[in-house]
């Protein structure tokens, strides 16, 4: 069975979670604070399985004052349903999650109007100019747009046959199947009877019961009791499954939003990172120097800082090469995309691309060549890596966990560079790889 997560976006009540509700029949308001409200404040889950394919939706706040939970859902997910009110039309939180599921490059996408019932013919067919009109220059622009109504179904079977066509187009979660396993947490908690309970979306690899995995940054180890998807009892959790875990051996307290479970020894934590950064143009103005963030990755948030690298400002709309510092260490990869924003006053700044999750900026001439190696393919970056690491070489297992890929992959490349004698391998406690 195929396995897609999608994520809702748009505007406060502009009908999000009544429109997950009229496709899946479940209610994503597990608050009573959300029901009396009559707004989403966390994040909300349901499921849907039409043929042989299984969506999962993650359901996100609307307003501007919980941004910081809608991104933690929104980094999961492979396609977006934009989500705009007929009877109000865009508005300021729909640009603003569009720009952040644009940032993410989330690969799918359809936008979707909501309470068509409220108006009549000529009114929704300008709500669906405007709606068009914003995606335009987004890499959304041209997405099925669908009008619908949750009270009376109009539109609905379109929206599941346009659903369908959608996660045709997002990526195989079966090629993430193969990576180390990676688990970001969006929930923690303690269930009656049961214990403590972790949930998120697998984005990489798998497990089953049994499994001993760990909790960074903190490096807890724990082991999975049991596992349930979308409700039901599963053996294994695969990539692209919203995925609760039942853990023995860590403790609540041990557990929070922004920590990862992940195959031992997998993955490195990092607080200072290089990457490709893409200043949104409405931004207020350009960075320059250090510049005070919020950083956004999975479901992690940070404080922390970025400079311009190559250049000495970046422009509102430009995209350059940056340094981060972050007050805490996250999980990491090269390859892995981020969102950032400002502490105060909270809005999106822009995001992009981790190039290197273990940054340290080398000292004179050499920036300007570290910045070319690592802005290249995987290739040249693993070059680069092994260069910087001098005479005492490198082992194939940090370099995998740089990229997030199983060490036999690493292993694999590096004996291809070698046989080319491009670089040369040495006995294991005599250094072990240097470039030729």
Not at 134 to 159: D, H, K, Y
Not at 250 to 277: C, H, M, W
Not at 392 to 401: T, V
Request: a neutral charge.
């Amino acid at each position: 069975m195929r396995r897609v997560v999608v994520g809702t976006a748009g505007h406060v009540d502009h009908g999000k979670t009544a429109l997950v509700r009229a496709l899946t029949g479940i209610d994503c308001d597990r608050w009573a604070e959300e029901k009396a409200r009559g707004i989403t404040i966390d994040l909300g889950f349901a499921h849907l399985s039409l043929d042989d394919l299984q969506i999962g939706f993650v359901d996100v706040p609307g307003h501007e004052r919980f941004v910081h939970n809608a991104l933690a859902g929104l980094g999961g997910i492979q396609a977006m349903i934009l989500v705009v009110a007929a009877d109000e039309g865009v508005k300021p939180q729909t640009r603003e999650h569009l720009a952040i599921c644009s940032l993410l490059e989330i690969p799918a996408g359809v936008a979707v109007l909501t309470k068509a019932d409220l108006v009549d013919t000529e009114l929704l067919e300008l709500a669906e100019l405007e709606l068009a009109d914003a995606l335009t220059g987004t890499p959304f622009e041209g997405v099925p747009i669908v009008a619908v109504s949750a009270v009376t179904g109009q539109g609905l079977e379109e929206l599941r046959r346009v659903l369908i066509e959608v996660a045709e187009r997002a990526e195989p979660a079966s090629e993430r199947g193969e990576l180390p396993t990676r688990l970001p947490i969006d929930r923690a908690f303690h269930l009656k009877g049961l214990g403590v309970m972790a949930t998120g979306t697998l984005a990489t690899g798998r497990f089953g019961v049994g499994a001993g995995l760990e909790l960074d940054p903190g490096g807890a180890r724990a082991r999975v009791r049991s596992i349930q998807v979308h409700g039901e009892e599963r053996d294994e959790a695969r990539a692209g499954e919203r995925t609760s875990v039942q853990l023995v051996g860590a403790e609540l307290g041990q557990i929070e939003r922004g920590q990862q479970l992940v195959e031992p020894g997998a993955y490195d934590t990092s607080r200072r990172l290089l990457a490709r950064f893409r200043l949104l143009a409405d931004a207020p103005q350009p960075i320059s120097g250090f510049t005070p963030i919020r950083f956004h990755l999975y479901s992690s948030e940070r404080l922390g800082k970025l400079r311009p690298l190559d250049r000495s400002k970046i422009e509102p709309g430009e995209t350059g090469l940056v340094e981060i510092r972050l007050d805490a260490p996250i999980v990491t990869i090269r390859g892995d995309r981020f969102v950032v924003r400002r502490p105060s006053p909270q809005n999106t700044l822009g995001g992009g691309t981790i190039l290197d999750p273990q940054w340290q900026r080398p000292r004179g001439q050499r920036l300007a060549r570290a910045l070319a190696e690592l802005g290249a393919d995987d290739q040249r970056a693993i070059h680069h890596w092994i260069e910087r690491a001098g005479e005492a070489g490198i082992e194939a297992a940090p370099l995998a966990r740089r990229l997030g890929v199983p060490s036999d992959r690493v292993r694999t490349r590096l004996r291809a560079a070698v046989a080319e004698r491009q670089l040369l391998e040495a006995p294991a406690g005599r250094g072990h790889l240097e470039r030729w």
